[in-house]
Nanobody, 124 residues
Framework: HVQLVESGGGSVQSGGSLRLSCVMS????????MAWFRQAPGKEREEVAY???????TYVNSVKGRFTVSKDNVKTIMYLQMNSLKPDDTATYYC???????????????????WGKGTQVTVS
């Protein structure tokens, strides 16, 4: 049984920083894609960042230069360091994982197979 648990959300003022964490367990594949998504009230879910098994990363343009995704392969933990936060970053942030490569998921427009319950980020 695959489980993804996000943590690290909270309320910060504009310009502040937060570091989100996603702990994955029960995933038997040795190689996988992990990603962060977010959804604000009344808006569509948006992909934020992807990280491949080899560490290659991809970001949505709106967070480039401000957000950094990384992971600890030994502990299977993914992080999202968010700096220079803006009110537009306010959303519920979700962790997701899949056994396909991130490139294949984006190219084929596949949905991620596994999701966490989300952590709230509020920027004022």
């Amino acid at each position: 049984h695959v489980q993804l648990v996000e943590s690290g959300g909270g309320s910060v003022q504009s310009g502040g920083s937060l570091r989100l964490s996603c702990v994955m367990s029960g995933f038997t594949h040795s190689e996988y894609c992990m990603a962060w998504f977010r959804q604000a009230p009344g808006k569509e879910r948006e992909e934020v960042a992807y990280i491949e098994n080899d560490g290659t990363t991809t970001y949505v343009n709106s967070v480039k230069g401000r957000f950094t995704v990384s992971k600890d392969n030994v502990k299977t933990i993914m992080y999202l360091q968010m700096n220079s936060l803006k009110p537009d970053d306010t959303a519920t942030y979700y962790c997701a994982a899949d056994s396909l490569t991130c490139d294949d998921i984006r190219t084929l427009r596949q949905h991620m197979d596994h999701w966490g319950k989300g952590t709230q980020v509020t920027v004022s």
